[in-house]
């Protein structure tokens, strides 16, 4: 069977929908932990939800969604971690991936994957704040592709 998709402005569906979408949402962030919460949350019932769950989907232009990896060495201490991501996210970026290996004379390597879609500065700028941040030894950008 031949499945046919169409791309259509949510405004002039039935709102039905959107509220499928958000109870989705709402299961996948764990706002909500059961089919029955994210229904009565939403304003729906279960069978509609479960009637529609895999038919509807969120569009992400994946042109518009730049993905940026980076490689780290920070030194091993308490927090170098936590301070990199703490930055990451204040400037709007989604982080994707976090991999760290162990540490080895003092230095750990981290990769981190994110998306610069939402930054509210230039990814050159936070490159550069997260070399000034205190345990950052070096920061690398390794990838950048498009969705």
């Known amino acids: 069977m031949n499945q046919e998709y169409y791309l259509i402005d ?3 569906l039935p709102e039905i929908f959107s509220k499928v979408i958000e109870a989705k949402r709402l299961l996948q962030t764990g706002k909500c932990k ?6 009565k949350t939403v304003n729906i019932s279960r069978s509609v939800f ?3 769950k895999d038919s509807v989907h969120v569009f992400v232009e ?3 969604q730049n993905i940026i990896t ?3 060495y920070l030194s091993d201490e308490i927090g170098a971690l936590s301070r990199v991501l703490t930055l ?3 400037v709007g970026a989604n982080i994707l991936t976090i991999n760290q ?4 004379n003092g230095i750990a390597p981290v990769s981190i994957s994110f998306i610069t879609l939402n930054m509210n500065i230039e ?25």
């Open 50 to 52: 479960y009637k529609y």
């Open 34 to 39: 059961t089919v029955n919460d994210a229904a």
């Open 10 to 12: 949510k405004s002039v």
């Open 88 to 90: 990451i996210s204040s």
């Open 101 to 104: 290996n162990v540490p080895m």
């Open 62 to 64: 994946k042109d518009k």
């Open 123 to 147: 990814l050159e700028q936070l490159l550069q704040q997260m070399e000034k941040l205190n345990g950052v030894i070096s920061v690398k950008p390794v990838a950048k592709e498009r969705g």
């Open 70 to 72: 980076i490689i780290l």
